[in-house]
């Protein structure tokens, strides 16, 4: 008998799937490496000058501000979703933690077109937060948040927060509760106990957690987009400038491989600095 | 005693930074749902007069309406798609030994850390070269590729935690391995596969991105709509819209977490 049924009919889909999509990715590759012919939608020859216009200030600042966002915005939602994610898994309640997994996960699926929309009307200079803090009075002149890089970082750590949360829970709910229970009786208080054990044995929650809204920020258009509005750029709105406002499709490529070359190597240097941290937990 | 005290406050301080971060989580929410009722057409904090007119008028927005029914035509076709090729590559993962099975499944979760909108230009660059372009296959295709790992990793997660004893003895009873995977897996897998397909379906529904690559003017989906109309309109129409989709997501999630429970989908449960 088979010991293995249906492998090559459950695989076959799956194997067609991965090919699509190599293809795809192959397919900005090759673009990266052609000229790009002013006017025409067709590449022209083969040609390094992409990566070479890379260099430029203006693109190597475009990266530099991008990797800065992408850093804040996954330590400040490490550190905002921490807290929520202890409290996800170590609450005993059923309801809070039905009421706490479906405000976590909700805005997960809300989609970045609606929460960017949100945060417009939430930080905008007629909008909520300067509303009330000019009718209070602690306020004269409207805080400027819009257009600033700390307005899509704000709405940036929003919109990842949830995937930090559920990734820093799966971190958190698989450590064995008796390390913990075996540094109170010894006599540990709950931040000892918190900072030597729990907080040591979630790394690789954390780990995954940061490389995931690292990733993810990166990943990001409208919120810089919309909330940034052309003062905050990061590589996704210089992509789709360059390709749908000037058509210049090779050097929109040379920019996804670039910055997909930037990301491997960044989460590539965060992983190898965690290594360590990763080793603490028990043998 | 004062260890108790101090472990009392302890406690005060980390629910109170609890439910501050749940602020922060809701606040955008509840904000967009008092612009959305606000009568004037500018944004006025707190709003003078109340009234249900940006519903009407997001509702009967021919923009909003094709992008409903084009992110509909789109999301159940993704959706599937990536259930079935999900759902049987999973269990392939799970059960058999294959070659290259490592890289598969690397390539097939790649999605989840590489960028949106390189996908997307790699699908619309390759939708031009073979003159796909404008249709809806290309913008199904990218999605498939999108949601996968979804599916994959809710499938996998219910494979894990399914006992395989009922299989082992409907096969010694005698039972073919296709009638084993009809009557037996699958009834088992149904929790598993009802969420892959429903965070497969809400996500390619939601997604914009790669979205705004791909779809043409004919195919333009809800959320590439909705920017666009934040582009070009202030008016709280948007609003109005947004409190419609916070409302229907959150009433699925809230489904979801009643009859397939989130934690264990999410593997999130306390071990001990």
Known sequence: ?283 | MPRSTYQRLLGLIGKLAVVLILGFLVLPAVVVTIAAFNDKAILSFPPQAWSWRWFAKAIAYQDFRDGFRNGLIVTAWSSTIALVIGAMFAFALHRYRFRFKKTLEAVLLSPLVIPHFTVGLGFLILAAQIGWNRSYAVVIACHVVLVLPFVLRSVYVSLRNLDQSYERAAASLGASPLRVLVTITLPLLVPGLVSGWLFAAMLSFNEFTASLFVTAQRTQTLPVAMYNYVREFADPSMAALSVMYIAATAALIVFANAYLGLGKVLNIEQSR
Request: proline content about 6%; overall charge positive; aromatic content about 12%.
């Open chain 1, 1 to 283: 008998m088979n010991p293995q049924p249906f492998l090559r009919t459950f695989t076959a889909p799956a194997v067609l799937c991965a090919f699509g999509f190599l293809l795809a990715l192959a397919a900005v590759l090759q673009f990266s490496l052609r000229a790009y012919v002013p006017g025409s939608l067709d590449p022209g020859g083969f040609t390094l000058a992409n990566f070479t216009d890379l260099l430029k200030p203006l693109y190597a600042r475009v990266f530099f501000d991008t990797v800065v966002i992408c850093f804040l915005t996954a330590v400040s939602t490490l550190i905002v979703g921490y807290p929520l994610a202890y409290a996800l898994v170590r609450t005993q309640s059923a309801v809070i933690k039905s009421i706490l997994l479906v405000i976590v996960v909700t805005p997960l699926f809300l989609g970045e077109v609606v929460r960017t929309y949100s945060w417009i009307i939430v930080l905008g200079n007629n909008g909520f937060i300067n509303s009330v803090l000019l009718n209070v009075g602690i306020i004269r002149q409207p805080i400027q948040f819009m257009f600033t890089t700390f307005g899509v970082v704000v709405a940036l750590v929003h919109v990842t927060m949830p995937v930090m949360v559920i990734m820093l829970a799966a971190g958190l709910s698989h450590i064995d509760r008796d390390y913990q229970r075996a540094a109170e009786s010894l006599g540990a208080g709950p931040i000892r106990v918190f900072l030597t054990v729990t907080l040591p044995l979630s790394m690789p929650g954390v780990v995954a957690g940061v490389t995931t809204a690292f990733a993810w920020t990166f990943s990001a258009f409208a919120t810089p987009q919309l909330i940034g509005g052309g003062r905050v750029n990061m590589i996704s709105n210089l992509v789709y400038q360059l390709g749908f406002s000037s058509f210049n499709f090779p050097f929109a490529a040379s920019l996804c491989v670039a910055g997909l070359a930037l990301t491997i190597v960044v989460l590539s240097a965060l992983r190898l600095v965690a290594r360590p941290l990763e080793n603490i937990g028990p043998h």
